[in-house]
């Protein structure tokens, strides 16, 4: 390997790099006039009337977890629908087997009402 197999990746970092140091310098550069309506916390154009700090219901949790494992099991669905001709019977006996567990946790977690917002 050479120095010129490197040459286009060098000059993509250089050049990453020459925007971020000038972007940051750039923003430091102009008059600063801090006032009180500056200063003020602001998000989405509505000022807060309420505490920031908020607590979330333990169903939100409880959903975006169902759905991360839900989701990830799901993904491995691809690579075995892939390979299911390489390996013929086996991986078909093994997706029935993963869909008839996904599904039983699946109605397991309806049968619980967790995916119910209360």
């Known amino acids: 390997m050479d120095l010129y197999t490197w040459l286009p990746l060098l000059i993509y970092i250089i050049l990453g790099g020459g925007v971020a140091v000038a972007l940051f310098t750039l923003s430091t550069i102009g008059r600063k006039r801090p006032n009180a309506t500056k200063e003020l ?3 989405s154009g ?3 009337v309420q505490p920031v700090r908020q607590r979330f219901s333990i169903d939100f949790y409880l959903t975006a977890m ?3 494992v839900f989701d ?5 669905l691809y690579p075995l629908a892939v390979v ?3 390996f013929g019977a086996v991986a ?3 997706l029935v087997v993963f869909m ?4 039983a946790a699946l109605a397991y ?3 619980k009402r967790a995916l119910e917002w209360r």
């Open 41 to 43: 916390p602001f998000e």
């Open 46 to 48: 509505i000022l807060t």
């Open 66 to 68: 169902l759905f991360i």
């Open 72 to 76: 990830i099991e799901l993904a491995f």
């Open 84 to 86: 299911l001709q390489d």
């Open 92 to 94: 078909v006996v093994e």
């Open 100 to 103: 008839t567990i996904l599904t």
């Open 109 to 111: 977690i309806w049968r």
